[in-house]
């Protein structure tokens, strides 16, 4: 298994363009999610999906959209990029929302400078 | 004030000693809890879960006080290897949401 695999590791926007940071999990896993991490800030949930065709908005949701079509993949969107969402990305993924005994398996992360 | 909050350090301790990182949590319905490891610009990685008897994992033990909301983490004997960052984690709603504290950074030094 390759576990949870993402694209690209870095990248730079310039201010206004749209990307879209790809995430795929090989172990059949429900639950997906997005955080991203800024310095002193600890991880922050952007979107999650419990299932395929299901997503929901986490704590910081604002410029970004996800979609779910396989239980797969769970690709993030910034549809206009600005400086403020520089930040290290995590895509993580579980077999159920996390409970007493699920793990949360993260991916390497993608690291995005917007100019 | 934060959901999650923990002292950030940094930790720098010698190698052998004990040290005890510290987190509270302000949502008294939150459900689980965990400990979560993080290496320099490295994606994080699960230490342990958090059971309100206590539990322990080798070198390292875990406490939770639902009535205090406060969950610690001890690590005896410190290694080289135990530098990193280590993150309090709470989960909450219906999704089971991670909530993360910004971390507490430990540097063990030979």
């Known amino acids: 298994n390759a576990g949870v695999t993402q694209t690209p590791k870095f990248q730079v926007l310039k201010t206004g363009q749209s990307m879209t940071l790809q995430c795929a999990q090989d172990m059949n896993h429900e639950y997906m999610s997005w955080y991203r991490q800024d310095p002193g800030m600890g991880l922050r949930l952007i979107h999650y999906s419990v299932g395929a065709g299901i997503t929901d908005q986490g704590e910081v949701p604002n410029g970004y959209n996800v979609s779910r079509s396989t239980t797969e993949d769970f690709p993030l969107r910034l549809l206009s990029a600005a400086p403020s969402q520089t930040s290290v990305y995590f895509c993580a993924s579980s077999p159920t929302p996390s409970g007493r005994s699920d793990t949360q398996y993260f991916g390497p992360g993608t690291r995005l400078t917007v100019l | 004030r934060k959901e999650v909050e923990q002292d950030p350090g940094p930790f720098n301790v010698p190698e052998g000693a004990t040290v005890a990182f510290n987190c509270t949590y302000s949502?008294?319905?939150?459900?689980?809890f965990f400990w979560y490891r993080q290496d320099c610009r490295k994606e994080p990685k699960l230490l342990m879960s958090?059971?309100?008897s206590g539990n322990e994992d080798g070198r390292f033990t875990a406490q939770l006080n639902r009535a205090s909301q406060y969950i610690s983490l001890l690590i005896r004997d410190s290694k080289l290897s135990d530098s990193a960052t280590y993150l309090c984690?709470?989960?909450?709603?219906?999704?089971?949401?991670?909530?993360f504290g910004s971390g507490t950074q430990l540097t063990v030094l030979p």
């Open positions: 958090v059971y309100s």
């Open positions: 984690v709470v989960t909450s709603g219906s999704a089971r949401q991670l909530t």
């Open positions: 949502n008294s319905a939150s459900q689980s």
